[in-house]
């Protein structure tokens, strides 16, 4: 099974840059990452999916280094609905499934 | 993306009772997913939906406490049967389209007395 190991938590300030770093020791050649954000209540939302280097969209960039057995989410200023739970995972196209890990709980303060 | 709407959105039921959770989505998708979260934990998979054959379990769950349907591409329902306050969770309907990124539903959530 896809296991990935990233921060239990986060604590940042309204404004700043938040990078949170996920391993992935175990990654496959064909596998991708993706990022999700879950907040209260709700399924989680999907940010950002990448194979190498480096992808940007309207809401976050996600660093892939060459080895690929990490990943970082970079959140540029971060606002007070940014508070919610990031889950880094990894996976092969076609039937292949997404496996959660515990995620990293995001708490950004005013 | 794909937009993806469950039915219940929540309910209240009594110990040995079923609940049939119903998930509509808006576009084509390939696969179809259902899932569990206990609050505060992660999620957990519970099967793949497979259109018009019987669904993939993951360990630990089965057929005929959580029987799931997909007549067609875009419909699917699961079933918790003979339900028990461990039954307890959210459940949440997850759909992978075309382009391989997957979405979830809002989730049901359920509490079991």
């Known amino acids: 099974l896809a296991k990935t190991t990233q921060p239990i938590s986060m604590d940042s300030y309204e404004g700043q840059e938040v990078n949170i770093t996920c391993s992935h020791n175990?990654?496959?050649?064909?596998?991708?990452i993706t990022w999700y954000q879950q907040f209260p209540s709700q399924g989680p939302r999907f940010i950002i999916q990448?194979?190498?280097t480096k992808v940007t969209n309207e809401v976050a960039s996600l660093f892939i280094p060459a080895d690929r057995k990490s990943s970082t989410l970079s959140l540029p200023r971060v606002s007070l609905s940014d508070t919610a739970v990031y889950y880094c995972?990894?996976?092969?196209?076609?039937?292949?499934?997404?496996?959660f890990g515990a995620g990293t709980r995001l708490a950004v303060h005013p | 993306s794909a937009v993806i709407s469950q039915k219940p959105s929540r309910d209240i039921c009594q110990r040995g009772t079923s609940l049939t959770i119903q998930c509509q989505v808006d576009?084509?998708?390939?696969?179809m997913f259902w899932y569990r979260q206990q609050p505060g934990q992660s999620l957990t998979l519970i099967a793949t939906?497979?259109?018009?054959?019987?669904?993939?379990?993951e360990s630990g769950f089965v057929i005929d406490k959580f029987p799931i349907s997909r007549p067609n591409l875009t419909f699917s329902t699961l079933t918790v049967s003979n339900m028990s306050p461990e039954d307890s969770s959210i459940y949440l309907c997850?759909?992978?389209?075309?382009?391989?990124?997957?979405?979830f539903g809002p989730g049901t959530r359920l509490l079991v007395l």
């Open positions: 997850s759909a992978k389209d075309p382009q391989e990124t997957q979405y």
């Open positions: 175990n990654i496959a050649t064909n596998d991708y």
């Open positions: 990448g194979y190498k």
């Open positions: 995972l990894h996976f092969s196209g076609g039937y292949n499934k997404l496996i």
């Open positions: 576009s084509q998708v390939t696969m």
């Open positions: 939906a497979n259109q018009g054959s019987e669904a993939t379990y």
